[in-house]
C-alpha cells in the first residue's frame, strides 16, 4: 500500500472542513438487501506449512517429466508471480503480500519424444530486496508486515517518504505492448525478461499521474490493438489542475507505442482517459480490479474503505501497524458502479448503487442489448486482508480448519450484476409502499431490466439512479464444501462477450490455494470440479487449442503445489469435465503464488 504524508495531508486539509467517516448517501430509505446464507460444512484444513517457506532460485531451466497424454499442440509460457523468500535474519514475513516476489516459469514445447516442459525461478530485484539483504532485517512497510522497533515520531516522519511502502512486486504480471512488468498495488512496476527473468529495470507511474497511491495490480488488455487500461487511486488535483475532492479516480490507458522512447518504455505513451472524484469527504472506496466490455470500463467504489487520514494515524503511527491496517469496512456506505465510455471517455451520469458488497477479482463483462453484464464473486460481509497472515495460513490441519470455520470465505458468492446503459426519465411513484420499519419497498418504482435467463434486478429509483440487486450463478448450497469460487479463467477467445463457462478455485483446505472448479453460468450451477489430495491448486488458465472455434475447445491448465512432499505439478484438464488429461512434475516445492499469464 503505498500512501504517504503526500496524500495524507491533502487528506488533513479537507479534515479542517469536514469529518466524515461516510461518504454520499441515497435520500430513499430502502429495504436492504437480504443475503442468502451458505450452509458450510466444516473446514477441511490441510497442513500447508510447505508452501510459506524460502524457495531457492532456479536461473537455469530444469526440465520436468511428462505424464499421461498431454496434448501435442500444447506449447506456450505460464508466468506466474508470488513470494519466494520470507525472511531475513530473525525476521519473517508476517503476511504472505510480504514475502519477497518471485517469478516461476514453466514453458512447454515440443520435446523428441512428446510434450516436455522445463521450469525456472528467480527473485525480483526490487530495492526492498537489496535494503532488507543488507540490513538483515524488514525496513520498509509491507502490507501485514512492519517495521520493529520504530517510534510513534519515527512513524510519522515516515508519512513523507514517498518509498514508505516496499516495491515488492509480488502480485501479477502486465504485458505492455511486449513488455513485461512485474506488479502489486504501489505505484511502481518492475520490468523483467519473460525467457531469462533477469530484473531489467524499474518504472515509476507516479511520474505520469499527479498524486498516484495505488493502482490496481489488473490491468486489462483490449483485444484489438493490446491498448492496456488501468485504475488507478489518486489525491490532490486532478492532472489539469483542477479539485474536486481529496481523492479520486483515474482511469488511464497506454496504448501502441509511437516513437523509439516508447517502444523502450511504453509507459511514456500513458494517456489519462477520465478522472472521478470520490463520492467520499476525505478517503476512497478501495478496488483490487475493475470490469471492461468491448466498449466501456466500469469500476466500483466499494465499502471497503482506505486513506482515511485519522485510521492511518491512530493504526499505522500510534500503534505501529502496517498502512494496510488503516482500512476498514464501511457497512452502511453503498456500492457504487461507474461507468465510462472507452472510446470519448465520458463517464455516464446514471448513479449506480447497491447495498454493501465487496469483492477481488472479477469474471468477465460483456455486453447485451444496451446493458453490461459484470460477473464476480461479490461478499455481503466485510473484505479484507487481513485473512493471509502467514501464521494463520501455516498452521496444523486443527488450526488451520478453525481459522476457517471462525473466518468464512475471504469472497463471497459469485454473482452476476445486470446495468441499464440508458434510463428513462424519472417520474415519483403515485405510492410509496413501506414495510413495517418504513423503509421503502423497491416494487415501489420501476424495474429496468428484460433481459432473457436473468434475474438481476435494477430499480430507478430517482433522477438518474439505479438500485441494483443482484442474481446468484450459483446456489449457495453448492458451496458448503468447495466454500467459495475465485481467481477464475474463461476462454480468452470469450473475454468482453457473451459466455458460459469459468474455470476457478474453491477453498475447502485453506486459503489462497485449493480445488479447481468449473460454473456454467447458463444453468447457474457448478457442473465439475478437480482435487489432488497431494498437492493445492493455484490460478487456472483456459488455453484455447489453435484454430479452435469452441468454448470449451482447448485445455485448462495450473500449477498444483505438493503440500506433502518437495514437488510442483503442472496440471491439464479436459475443459468438458475436468479429467486429468496429464501433469509435469518437478522434484522442488513452490511457495504459494497469487497470479499468472499464459503466453501462447
Known amino acids: 500500500m503505498g500512501w504517504t504524508w503526500k496524500h495524507l495531508s491533502v487528506a488533513f486539509a479537507g479534515l479542517l472542513i469536514l469529518y466524515s467517516r461516510?461518504?454520499?448517501?441515497?435520500?430513499?430509505?430502502?429495504?436492504?438487501?437480504?443475503?442468502?446464507?451458505?450452509?458450510?460444512?466444516?473446514?477441511?484444513?490441510?497442513?500447508?506449512?510447505?508452501?510459506?517457506?524460502?524457495?531457492?532460485?532456479?536461473?537455469?531451466?530444469?526440465?520436468?517429466?511428462?505424464?499421461?497424454?498431454?496434448?501435442?499442440?500444447?506449447?506456450?509460457?505460464?508466468l506466474r508471480d508470488g513470494p519466494g523468500l520470507?525472511?531475513?535474519?530473525?525476521?519473517?514475513?508476517?503476511?504472505?503480500?510480504?514475502?519477497?516476489?518471485?517469478?516461476?516459469?514453466?514453458?512447454?514445447?515440443?520435446?523428441?519424444?512428446?510434450?516436455?516442459?522445463?521450469?525456472?525461478?528467480?527473485?525480483?530485484?526490487?530495492?526492498?530486496?537489496?535494503?532488507?539483504?543488507?540490513?538483515?532485517?524488514?525496513?520498509?512497510?509491507?502490507?501485514?508486515?512492519?517495521?520493529?522497533?520504530?517510534?510513534?515520531?519515527?512513524?510519522?516522519?515516515?508519512?513523507?517518504?514517498?518509498?514508505?511502502?516496499?516495491?515488492?512486486?509480488?502480485?501479477?504480471?502486465?504485458?505492455?505492448?511486449?513488455?513485461?512488468?512485474?506488479?502489486t498495488e504501489t505505484p511502481e512496476v518492475i520490468e523483467y525478461d519473460p525467457v531469462t527473468l533477469e530484473t531489467l529495470g524499474k518504472v515509476d507511474v507516479r511520474e505520469m499521474i499527479?498524486?498516484?497511491?495505488?493502482?490496481?495490480?489488473?490491468?486489462?488488455?483490449?483485444?484489438?490493438?493490446?491498448?492496456?487500461?488501468?485504475?488507478?487511486?489518486?489525491?490532490?488535483?486532478?492532472?489539469?489542475g483542477e479539485s474536486k475532492g481529496v481523492w479520486r479516480y483515474v482511469v488511464y490507458k497506454i496504448p501502441p507505442p509511437q516513437t523509439k522512447a516508447q517502444r523502450e518504455n511504453p509507459w511514456l505513451n500513458l494517456q489519462i482517459v477520465a478522472e472521478v472524484p470520490a463520492s467520499r469527504a476525505i478517503s476512497i472506496g478501495y478496488s483490487h480490479s475493475f470490469f471492461m466490455s468491448e466498449n466501456y470500463l466500469v469500476f466500483a467504489e466499494q465499502p471497503w474503505i482506505i486513506g482515511d487520514p485519522l485510521s492511518t494515524i491512530y493504526n499505522h503511527v500510534l500503534q505501529g501497524k502496517t498502512l494496510a491496517s488503516s482500512m476498514y469496512w464501511d457497512p452502511s456506505e453503498k456500492l457504487k458502479f461507474h461507468v465510462l465510455n472507452k472510446k470519448s471517455g465520458e463517464v455516464s451520469p446514471?448513479?449506480?448503487?447497491?447495498?454493501?458488497?465487496?469483492?477481488?477479482?472479477?469474471?468477465?463483462?460483456?455486453?447485451?442489448?444496451?446493458?453490461?453484464?459484470?460477473?464476480?464473486?461479490?461478499?455481503?460481509?466485510?473484505?479484507?486482508?487481513?485473512?493471509?497472515?502467514?501464521?494463520?495460513?501455516?498452521?496444523?490441519?486443527e488450526e488451520v480448519s478453525k481459522y476457517m470455520n471462525d473466518l468464512g470465505p475471504a469472497s463471497g458468492l459469485t454473482r452476476r450484476w445486470v446495468l441499464p446503459l440508458s434510463v428513462p426519465e424519472f417520474l415519483e411513484p403515485d405510492t410509496l409502499v413501506k414495510n413495517n420499519k418504513g423503509q421503502i419497498e423497491l416494487k415501489s418504482f420501476n424495474q429496468l431490466i428484460g433481459l432473457k435467463g436473468m434475474s438481476s434486478k435494477a430499480w430507478l429509483v430517482d433522477k438518474n439512479t439505479v438500485h441494483l440487486h443482484p442474481e446468484n450463478l450459483?446456489?449457495?448450497?453448492?458451496?458448503?464444501?468447495?466454500?467459495?469460487?475465485?481467481?477464475?479463467?474463461?476462454?480468452?477467445?470469450?473475454?468482453?462477450?457473451?459466455?458460459?463457462?469459468?474455470?476457478?478455485?474453491?477453498?475447502?483446505?485453506?486459503?489462497?490455494?485449493?480445488?479447481?472448479?468449473?460454473?456454467?453460468?447458463?444453468?447457474?450451477?457448478?457442473?465439475?470440479?478437480?482435487?489432488?489430495?497431494?498437492?493445492?491448486?493455484?490460478?487456472?488458465?483456459?488455453?484455447?487449442?489453435?484454430?479452435?472455434?469452441l468454448e470449451e475447445d482447448g485445455v485448462v491448465v495450473f500449477v498444483c503445489l505438493g503440500t506433502q512432499e518437495p514437488a510442483t505439478y503442472f496440471v491439464v484438464l479436459n475443459p468438458t469435465d475436468l479429467i486429468e488429461l496429464g501433469r509435469f512434475s518437478l522434484p522442488h516445492s513452490t511457495p504459494v503464488g497469487f497470479h499468472g499469464v499464459w503466453i501462447s
Open 22 to 78: 461516510s461518504g454520499s448517501r441515497t435520500s430513499r430509505n430502502l429495504v436492504p438487501y437480504e443475503d442468502e446464507e451458505i450452509p458450510f460444512q466444516g473446514a477441511d484444513g490441510h497442513d500447508h506449512s510447505r508452501l510459506y517457506k524460502s524457495a531457492s532460485e532456479i536461473p537455469d531451466p530444469v526440465p520436468a517429466e511428462a505424464h499421461g497424454d498431454i496434448p501435442q499442440w500444447l506449447s506456450g509460457t505460464l
Open 86 to 183: 520470507f525472511e531475513f535474519g530473525e525476521e519473517k514475513a508476517l503476511h504472505a503480500f510480504d514475502g519477497m516476489a518471485m517469478i516461476r516459469r514453466y514453458r512447454a514445447h515440443s520435446g523428441h519424444s512428446g510434450p516436455a516442459m522445463n521450469y525456472s525461478r528467480r527473485l525480483i530485484q526490487s530495492d526492498a530486496l537489496k535494503e532488507y539483504r543488507e540490513e538483515g532485517k524488514y525496513v520498509r512497510w509491507g502490507v501485514g508486515t512492519p517495521v520493529q522497533q520504530t517510534s510513534i515520531l519515527e512513524r510519522f516522519k515516515g508519512l513523507g517518504n514517498k518509498n514508505i511502502s516496499a516495491d515488492n512486486m509480488v502480485v501479477n504480471t502486465f504485458i505492455v505492448h511486449g513488455r513485461f512488468y512485474a506488479v
Open 210 to 240: 499527479p498524486g498516484l497511491a495505488i493502482m490496481t495490480a489488473h490491468a486489462l488488455n483490449d483485444k484489438g490493438d493490446g491498448t492496456v487500461w488501468n485504475l488507478a487511486l489518486c489525491t490532490g488535483p486532478a492532472a489539469s
Open 350 to 397: 446514471v448513479k449506480y448503487e447497491a447495498d454493501a458488497f465487496g469483492f477481488f477479482h472479477i469474471i468477465n463483462t460483456y455486453e447485451e442489448d444496451g446493458h453490461l453484464v459484470l460477473d464476480a464473486p461479490f461478499k455481503s460481509k466485510p473484505v479484507s486482508y487481513n485473512t493471509y497472515m502467514v501464521d494463520k495460513l501455516s498452521g496444523s490441519p
Open 474 to 549: 450459483a446456489k449457495p448450497e453448492e458451496y458448503a464444501y468447495h466454500r467459495a469460487f475465485e481467481f477464475a479463467a474463461v476462454n480468452p477467445n470469450n473475454h468482453f462477450k457473451k459466455y458460459r463457462y469459468a474455470y476457478g478455485l474453491g477453498f475447502p483446505s485453506g486459503y489462497l490455494v485449493g480445488t479447481v472448479g468449473k460454473l456454467d453460468v447458463e444453468k447457474k450451477a457448478f457442473s465439475s470440479w478437480w482435487s489432488d489430495p497431494g498437492c493445492a491448486a493455484t490460478e487456472p488458465q483456459f488455453v484455447p487449442r489453435p484454430g479452435g472455434t
